[in-house]
């Protein structure tokens, strides 16, 4: 059974950092792409940053240079470095596994980040 376990939100200023993991079982870790996607209420899930097993990254223009996806295949973790963090990066965010021929996609229950001073 395929687990994934996020940590790490919290409150911050903004121009803050923080780092988000999700830690993940139940699967062959090294060949999912990994990613992490927010939600905020009333508004869709989007996408914020993936990473494939190979180490091949994809971000969201607004988190573009501030944020760094990153994964750790010998702990089963994937991270998310959030440095110049703003009010507007305020929401629930949430670890995906996708399977490589993408016929699987599972999600952790999400972890929240508020930015506010």
């Known amino acids: 059974q395929v687990q994934l376990v996020e940590s790490g939100g919290d409150l911050r200023q903004p121009g803050g950092s923080l780092r988000l993991s999700c830690a993940a079982s139940g699967m062959i870790f090294g060949i999912y792409t990994m990613g992490w996607y927010r939600q905020t209420p009333g508004k869709q899930r989007e996408l914020v940053a993936v990473?494939?097993?190979?180490?091949?990254?994809n971000y969201a223009d607004s988190v573009k240079g501030r944020f760094t996806i990153s994964r750790d295949n010998s702990k089963n973790t994937v991270y998310l470095q959030m440095n110049s963090l703003r009010p507007e990066d305020t929401a629930v965010y949430y670890c995906n596994a996708q399977s490589p021929n993408r016929a699987y996609s599972y999600w952790g229950q999400g972890t929240q980040v508020t930015v506010s001073s």
């Open positions: 990473i494939t097993g190979g180490g091949i990254t």
